[in-house]
């Protein structure tokens, strides 16, 4: 299946990448621009010479990798980034590629957009979680030490070539990983979805690129209607509120969490919340739950770690007036933004899922 969604500037394509308009794109939009590759380690050793032999292109490309993981989001990163493209001699006019998983696909488009006021890229996403979420709807940036995503940019790629072969190589947990932005794409905006999804084994490779475009298609349908996230955008964030600060504090201990099992269980915790006000039944949640304790391990919280990561919430980017705003499920498939929820029943939560 070759397909491809638009939105703003940017084309996302589907399927495999040797069949794609890569090359045209390469040859007609960037010919005569230089190319440079930004990667990380364990994707250069297993897919670069792939990606550089199939595309001509490519072949005098300059290539920088990073070391592997969360951690390495950072602005040190980036400044050594900027650094090299220097070296190069990298012009506005050239082009990025971001290689790999969502730590790529977020520092590398932060980077590019930023580099000499701003260059344009192509983000080739390989992990299950970047296909069918980082890669696409503009949002770029960095951590910042325990804080997630605290610096960044909307900057949308120019093309997004999604193609599930990357997929092959991919561990058993990050294919778990991935999966738990799509069960949130079904919480958040497909019943049907959701039920479909919830009984699925995640390494299934059945219709795997019809669910994976389903997905985007459900993304790009939010992001295409409050691309800076000053509303609707915000349903994307369910389960990413104490997401996040689960997965900061484990950053924060050096013992990183996979993006995709922080915000598995950032869900359960807030579909208990959003059924503590009323807003989701019993069975909704139970049912919930036992699809994500079917997948998911759940993380090793103690009472004494509830206070640390209540204090990283409150400096998540919906904050308003020192206030954690959520966005909560009104039933499967419904979600609704800017709920303000008070530390008691944040802290309640937390309890829940321990
Ligand atoms: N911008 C957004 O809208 C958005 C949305 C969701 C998540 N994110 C961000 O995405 C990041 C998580 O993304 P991720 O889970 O892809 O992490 P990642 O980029 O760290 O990749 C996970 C691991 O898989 C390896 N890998 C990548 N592709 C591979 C392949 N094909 N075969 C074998 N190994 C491969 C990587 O080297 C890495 O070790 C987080 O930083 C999160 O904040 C951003």
Not at 33 to 47: A, F, G, L, N
Not at 266 to 273: H, N, P, S, T, V
Not at 317 to 326: L, T, Y
């Amino acid at each position: 299946m070759l397909d491809v969604i638009t939105y703003n500037t940017s084309t996302i394509h589907f399927g495999p990448i040797e069949k794609s308009v890569f090359q045209d794109v390469l040859a007609k939009e960037f010919s005569g621009s230089k190319k440079v590759i930004i990667t990380d380690e364990q994707i250069h050793d297993i897919w670069i010479e792939d990606l550089i032999t199939n595309f001509e292109e490519l072949s005098n490309a300059e290539i920088i990798q990073i070391p592997t993981g969360e951690v390495h989001k950072t602005l040190d990163i980036c400044v050594q980034i900027w650094s090299a493209l220097s070296e190069y001699e990298i012009g506005r006019g050239d082009l990025i590629i971001n290689f790999g998983g969502g730590v790529i696909t977020d520092l590398g488009g932060f980077v590019a957009s930023l580099f000499k006021r701003g260059m344009k890229f192509i983000n080739i996403p390989t992990t299950l979680l970047a296909q069918v979420d980082a890669s696409i709807g503009g949002k770029t940036g960095v951590d910042l030490g325990p804080y997630k995503n605290q610096i960044g940019v909307f900057a949308d790629a120019a093309h997004v070539f999604i193609d599930e072969k990357y997929i092959e190589s991919l561990s058993e947990n990050q294919i778990k990983s991935g999966f738990a932005e799509m069960l949130k794409h079904g919480l958040i905006a497909d019943a049907d979805y959701w039920a479909r999804l919830k009984d699925f084994d995640p390494k299934d490779v059945t219709d795997r690129l019809l669910l994976i475009r389903h997905s985007v298609g459900l993304k790009r349908d939010v992001v295409e209607r409050d691309h800076q996230e000053s509303g609707l955008r915000k349903i994307l964030n369910f389960g990413h509120t104490i997401g996040h600060g689960i997965e900061g504090y484990f950053l924060e201990q050096n013992k990183p969490l996979l993006h995709g099992y922080a915000v598995a269980t950032g869900m359960k915790a807030e579909a208990f919340i959003s059924k503590e006000l009323g807003m989701l039944s019993e069975s909704e949640l139970q049912d919930i739950v036992e699809t994500i304790d079917r997948i998911y391990p759940a993380p090793m919280l103690t009472p004494n770690d509830y206070k640390p990561i209540v204090q990283l919430m409150h400096n998540d980017k919906k904050n308003k007036g020192g206030v954690i705003q959520f966005s909560l499920l009104e039933g499967v498939g419904n979600c609704v933004f800017d709920q303000e929820v008070n530390d008691k029943l944040i802290l309640e939560a937390l309890k829940f899922i321990s």
